[in-house]
């Protein structure tokens, strides 16, 4: 007796009987043999366009990363001397911050972390508090790389917002964005739910319009 397991993964028993009532279908001889070298060439054939394309998806990988590189290096594209500093947009977005822990939609925890990261005049980068209290200290050795002229760097969150509160009605229809509905990459894509807003204000991360998503 044998044992076959169907599409499900179930186990399913294949005895004599009913192996002799399977139906076959037999070719000659020589066209069994032109048959065999037939699928000799064509799997082959079909073996390595599998490993071609196991070949592309590791250089489209590689490529995704070096064109990320790029850019968070500033040499994806070309640079306008009349931009606005970053450093300008970064006050910019510090005075927003402040601004929202006074309508109560960011507590003030959520900014006191935020740092500025400057040029001093020896060359180096130093970093201090954004609230202008304690000392800047050195953070040369951190620098991975050299940016262009008029970016900034900065920790991660200070020009984030992370979890805002929002005061509506609980009837109000929102969007609700679970993480699987986000698509992978860096573009921004997802699929999103409408539910009413008592149903999500609590339990779950809120977002505000124009906020940026994304999954890696």
């Known amino acids: 007796m044998c044992e076959r397991k169907d599409r499900w993964g179930h186990q399913s028993n294949i005895n004599a009987r009913k192996l002799k009532s399977f139906l076959i279908p037999v070719p000659p001889l020589p066209e069994q043999r ?3 070298d037939a699928l000799d060439k064509y799997l082959a054939l079909v073996d390595g366009i599998e ?3 196991a070949e592309l998806d590791s250089l489209f990988a ?3 990363s070096k064109v990320l590189d790029l850019a968070v290096r500033g040499e994806l594209a070309e640079h306008d001397p009349g931009d606005e500093p970053a450093c300008e947009l970064l006050a910019r977005i510090r005075e927003e911050k402040l601004a929202m822990v006074g309508r109560g939609e960011l507590k003030p925890k959520d900014v006191k972390g935020d740092t ?3 040029t001093a005049s020896d060359g180096l980068r130093y970093e201090k508090r954004a609230d202008g209290k304690g000392e800047s200290r050195c953070i040369e050795g951190e620098i991975p790389f050299e940016i262009p002229e008029g970016w900034s760097w900065c920790r991660l969150l200070t020009p984030v917002a992370l979890d805002p509160k929002n ?3 609980d009837e109000t ?3 609700f964005l679970p993480m699987a509905a986000i698509e992978d990459d860096f573009r921004n894509k997802y699929h999103s739910e409408v539910r009413r807003w008592k149903e999500i ?3 779950f991360t809120q977002f505000a319009d124009g906020f940026r998503v994304f999954s890696t």
């Open 34 to 36: 032109r048959i065999v």
């Open 62 to 64: 590689r490529l995704k």
């Open 201 to 203: 204000k609590n339990g």
């Open 173 to 175: 229809p929102a969007s």
């Open 116 to 118: 500025v990261v400057f």
């Open 167 to 169: 005061d509506v009605d």
């Open 51 to 53: 490993r071609d394309w």
